[in-house]
């Protein structure tokens, strides 16, 4: 068996980069945690983020106001709102299809 460790360079003058990736930045990692959940539908932001707003408080009324179930319930509304907060361009054009193809 030969000795790998050769003291010559054999191609002297040529670079070779380390092959491992450069750390990432704070902004970096934060800018791909945000184009994360921008990917997210409703359904997902909730249950991602569920620990922080309980369910309870989007719950529909048992009667009286905000009680009917609709496509622009509380819940449903407030998700949307949500989505459109963390989304880049804000549109309430995208949001709305958003929840109209989702549910």
Known sequence: ????TNPTA???GF???RRGRK????QQVFAEQIAALRR???KQLGAILDRFIPAEHLKPESSGAMSRRTIFSKENTFWAFLGQVIDADGGCKEVVRKLQSWV
């Open 10 to 12: 054999m191609l002297p």
């Open 1 to 4: 068996m030969k000795n790998l």
């Open 40 to 42: 997210k539908s409703f």
């Open 15 to 17: 670079y070779i980069p």
């Open 23 to 26: 750390r990432r930045s704070a």
